[in-house]
């Protein structure tokens, strides 16, 4: 940045006091008029095409021109090149505090992130396994058998040594029985 800063102090003491807002609104739409647009696509490269971070970038780059008013060469080329050395810089920063806090995500479905109270999950299983343990163990075993490990009616038979058919009449009669003992607690 090379600044005429003895100049533009100088110039602008000797002008008089209201005329360092014109030149400071002068400057702003000088800004706006030849630069938004360079700016703006020189700093959507840098911010990996973010346009929600490219116009903060261009917002603060034209604040810190607007506050630097009084020293800015007033020259197209100069101020190019300060509006751009300090968006890049803007932009740097951003990347370095981007790095140092974790990284925010955006949940696909927000339904997974509320978690339910469990207290009625666990009642729940409390009560199905106080219900299964009053069953007599002919029929609480083909339930642990083929709902609770997922062995096939086939395999159950193999493993409690009995014929399928009488696996499924157990497994049919056990899940009445548990259905009944269950409505008789309000479940």
Not at 23 to 36: H, N, Q, T
Not at 130 to 158: F, M
């Amino acid at each position: 940045m090379e600044a005429r800063g003895n100049e533009c102090r100088t110039r602008s003491a000797q002008q008089g006091p209201g005329t360092v807002n014109e030149a400071r609104e002068d400057l702003i739409f000088l800004l706006y008029k030849d630069f938004r647009a360079t700016l703006f696509s020189q700093v959507l490269q840098l911010t990996n095409h973010d346009r929600q971070w490219t116009e903060d970038v261009v917002q603060e780059t034209l604040i810190r021109a607007w506050r630097n008013s009084a020293t800015l060469d007033r020259e197209p080329g100069m101020l190019r090149s300060w509006l751009l050395t300090v968006a890049r810089r803007i932009v740097i920063d951003g990347w370095r505090n981007r790095r140092a806090r974790p990284q925010e995500v955006e949940l696909e479905n927000p339904e997974i992130s509320i978690r339910g109270d469990q207290t009625d999950r666990t009642l729940a299983a409390m009560v199905v396994t106080d219900a299964l343990r009053r069953l007599d163990h002919k029929y609480r075993s083909v339930i642990y058998e083929t709902y609770l490990t997922g062995h096939t009616v086939h395999q159950a038979a193999v493993i409690l040594g009995i014929p399928e058919g009488t696996v499924k009449s157990r497994l049919y009669t056990a899940v009445r029985k548990l259905r009944k003992a269950l409505a008789e607690r309000g479940q």
